[in-house]
C-alpha cells in the first residue's frame, strides 16, 4: 500500500505521470522535450501553492502535452536535490482519454509517442528507467473505488442535535472542495455514501461538478453500520467495474480498507482521507492513501 501526504516540510513538490495509450499488453508512453535543458523525460512540474499532488498531476499532464488522462495506480516518487532543497516528484500511471494540439512550445518543444523498450532508450535520466519498469509491475488498464472518509465536522462534543445532522466546518467544506478536483481523476460515475450529512456534504462538490447523484446506504453510516452489508455493496461495485466513491466514517472504513488489501490493523483515516484501490477484473492489484 503506497501513503502519500500532501506537504511534507520543506520539500519541493512536483507531480507527473507515465502516460499511456493503445493496448495494456503493449503500450505507447508519452515523453517530453524540454529544450531547456535537452532533455526527454515524462510530463511532470512543481505544485502550486496549496495544489494537491494528483491535482498537480493532472495539470503538468495537460499543460506539457495537451493530453487528458485518467489516473490509475501510484508509481514510485523520485527523490534528488535541487537547488540545495530536497524534491520530490509523484508519479502515477495514466490513461490517455484524449489529445489536443499545444499552442504554447516554451517548456516542451516535442512530444513523442514511443514503446516502452524504445521509450528506455531514449529518456535522459535514469530514474524515469525506474518508473518504466515500475509500470509493467502490475495491470495497466485498472478501475478505481475510492473510499472516502467524511472531511473535517468540528466535534461531536460540541454539537446538541443528532450527530447524523453534524455538518461539515469551514475547513471540512474547503477540504470537500478539493477532493472534487482531486476525484475527477480517477473519473467515477457512482457516488455512495452513508446518509450522515457530513459525509454527503463531502461529496456533494463533486457530485454537482459531475452531475452526479449521490447514493445513500445507511449500512456505511456509523448509526446503522454493518460490516457485511458494507462488503456487498464494495464487492458489487468491484464486479460492476464501474469507477465508483464511498463516503464513510473512521469508525466504519477501516475494516473495508483492511479486508480490500490494507495492512491488518490499519489506524483509522484522517478527516477528509481517502484510499483508492485499483482494481482488475475484480481484483485488487494496488492500494494508495491519500490526505487532503
Known amino acids: 500500500m503506497a501513503e502519500h501526504t500532501t506537504h511534507p516540510d520543506g520539500v519541493i513538490r512536483a507531480a507527473g505521470a507515465v502516460v499511456w495509450r493503445g493496448s495494456p499488453?503493449?503500450?505507447?508512453?508519452?515523453?517530453?522535450?524540454?529544450?531547456?535543458y535537452d532533455d526527454w523525460s515524462f510530463p511532470k512540474g512543481k505544485l502550486r501553492n496549496g495544489e494537491h499532488p494528483i491535482a498537480?498531476?493532472?495539470?503538468?499532464?495537460?499543460?506539457?502535452t495537451g493530453i487528458t488522462v485518467e489516473l490509475g495506480r501510484s508509481l514510485p516518487?523520485?527523490?534528488?536535490?535541487?537547488?540545495?532543497?530536497?524534491?520530490?516528484?509523484?508519479?502515477?500511471?495514466?490513461?490517455?482519454?484524449?489529445?489536443?494540439?499545444?499552442?504554447?512550445?516554451?517548456?516542451?518543444?516535442?512530444?513523442?509517442?514511443?514503446?516502452?523498450?524504445?521509450?528506455?532508450r531514449r529518456m535522459t535520466y535514469d530514474w524515469d528507467a525506474g518508473l518504466l519498469r515500475a509500470l509493467g509491475a502490475a495491470s495497466l488498464a485498472t478501475t478505481p473505488l475510492v473510499l472516502v472518509?467524511?472531511?473535517?465536522?468540528?466535534?461531536?462534543?460540541?454539537?446538541?442535535?443528532?450527530?447524523?445532522?453534524?455538518?461539515?466546518?469551514?475547513?471540512?467544506?474547503?477540504?470537500?472542495?478539493?477532493?472534487?478536483?482531486?476525484l475527477d481523476a480517477f473519473g467515477p460515475a457512482e457516488l455512495v455514501s452513508s446518509p450522515s450529512r457530513r459525509c454527503v456534504q463531502t461529496l456533494e462538490p463533486y457530485a454537482e461538478r459531475a452531475g452526479l447523484p449521490v447514493r445513500l446506504e445507511?449500512?456505511?453510516?456509523?448509526?446503522?453500520?454493518?460490516?457485511?452489508?458494507?462488503?456487498?455493496?464494495?464487492?458489487?461495485?468491484?464486479?460492476a467495474n464501474r469507477p465508483a466513491v464511498f463516503c464513510g466514517h473512521g469508525k466504519t472504513l477501516p475494516d473495508l480498507i483492511s479486508e480490500f488489501g490494507g495492512r491488518s490493523g490499519d489506524t483509522r483515516p484522517a478527516k477528509g482521507a481517502f484510499t483508492v484501490l485499483h482494481h482488475n477484473g475484480g481484483r485488487v492489484v494496488a492500494v494508495d492513501r491519500y490526505t487532503v
Open 25 to 36: 499488453g503493449a503500450p505507447e508512453v508519452a515523453l517530453v522535450h524540454r529544450p531547456r
Open 149 to 182: 472518509r467524511h472531511a473535517l465536522a468540528g466535534s461531536r462534543q460540541d454539537w446538541k442535535g443528532d450527530d447524523d445532522d453534524r455538518p461539515l466546518d469551514e475547513n471540512g467544506l474547503r477540504q470537500a472542495e478539493v477532493l472534487a478536483r482531486v
Open 218 to 239: 445507511p449500512v456505511l453510516s456509523e448509526t446503522h453500520y454493518d460490516f457485511q452489508g458494507s462488503l456487498l455493496l464494495v464487492k458489487e461495485a468491484l464486479a
Open 56 to 64: 498537480g498531476a493532472l495539470r503538468e499532464v495537460a499543460e506539457e
Open 77 to 120: 516518487p523520485s527523490h534528488y536535490t535541487k537547488d540545495g532543497r530536497p524534491k520530490r516528484v509523484d508519479y502515477w500511471v495514466a490513461r490517455m482519454l484524449s489529445e489536443k494540439r499545444r499552442t504554447d512550445t516554451r517548456e516542451v518543444d516535442d512530444v513523442v509517442w514511443l514503446p516502452v523498450e524504445e521509450a528506455a
